[in-house]
Each structure stands twice: as C-alpha cells, then as structure tokens.
C-alpha cells in the first residue's frame, strides 16, 4: 500500500493527514482511504472517508451535511494537487 501526506485547510485550521492507495488500476481508476488522526475531525465527521479518483476526477461522494461537503471537497482538493503522486 502507498501512501502519501496531504494539508488541507478546512474551517481555517491546516490539518495533515496520510492518504493510502488501497487499489490502482492503472492512471484510469484509484481507491483512496483516508484516516483520520485528529480527534476534532474523528468526532464530528467519523474516522474514515474512502474516495475513487476516476480519470482524474472523484466518484460523487454523497453527504447530507454541508460541513461534511465542505471537508470533502477540502481534501479532494488537496489529493487533486498531488494526484501525480497517487499513479
């Protein structure tokens, strides 16, 4: 499993954070897990969040809550500008 570390700002704090390549299938398909570590982020939105990167783009990842939507696109965000990383 490979991993890289991204930052991502969300409510005005940078949090860092390992995101782990569970399963590449070539530069066209990649399942992401991230975990959390900080208990801020465990506690209001869980302990894990698994994302596919799909040519370049993300799987819509359904919420209910804004936050929550804020903080996905937050760290999306930040896996977009390393993505070159992830293949």
Do not use: W
């Amino acid at each position: 499993m490979r991993s890289i570390e991204i930052k991502f700002l969300f409510e005005g704090i940078i949090f860092t954070t390992p995101v782990h390549v569970i399963k590449s299938e070539g530069n066209n398909r990649v399942e992401l897990l991230i975990m959390f570590s900080t208990k801020y982020l465990i506690n209001q939105f869980g302990r894990c969040y698994k994302f596919i990167l799909e040519n370049n783009r993300f799987i819509v990842t359904f919420t209910t809550k804004q936050k929550e939507a804020e903080l996905i696109k937050s760290i999306q965000d930040a896996i977009l500008e390393q993505a070159d990383e992830l293949t």
